[in-house]
């Protein structure tokens, strides 16, 4: 399991516009990196629409917001143009990210079993590093949580 101070795994992955995204490419900057179960469901929505509403906020502190989960280029299309959705979507079909930042994990719904992304936010400092950690990510307070930490 990753750690406050752990190196942030890498990963390559294509956005939404279908143009391949390097988390290295970001040294320098801090990132927000938000993991979700599914586009277009309520609370998917409403986290991508609350980071999509403070864009000013983020790009004034040069700060970068990445929303990942393992739905398709297509469908963080759709979602996006459907909610007019400002983040880049970063898709994982193959859940090699979600695995690498552990948050693949098997849950539990009406007594059956199978494997989901648990909602989960990391902040990764300039240099790489994992800063701060939010596991089984609250959707009603994540976002001024979020908000909060990065400007204290």
């Not at 992955?13 to 801090?30: A, C, M, P, R, Y």
């Not at 403070?54 to 739905?71: A, C, H, P």
């Not at 994982?92 to 989901?116: A, C, R």
């Not at 990764?124 to 976002?143: P, Y």
Request: positive net charge.
């Amino acid at each position: 399991m990753l750690e406050v101070g752990s190196k942030a795994p890498l990963f390559r992955l294509q956005n939404q516009n279908g143009d391949t995204v390097n988390l290295s490419d970001f040294i320098g900057k801090k990132v927000v990196l938000f993991f979700y179960p599914k586009d277009d469901t309520p609370g998917c929505t409403r986290e991508a629409i609350g980071f999509s509403e403070q864009k000013t906020f983020f790009d004034k502190k040069n700060i970068v917001v990445l929303g990942i989960s393992k739905d398709s280029v297509k469908s963080h299309v759709k979602f996006c143009d459907k909610y007019n959705l400002s983040v880049c979507l970063l898709s994982d079909p193959e859940i090699e990210v979600n695995k690498n930042y552990g948050v693949w994990k098997e849950k539990s719904l009406y007594g059956k079993s199978y494997f989901g992304t648990d909602r989960s936010t990391f902040i990764i400092d300039e240099s790489g590093k994992i800063e701060k950690i939010w596991l089984k990510v609250k959707v009603s307070v994540h976002i001024e949580d979020v908000i909060s930490y990065l400007n204290n």
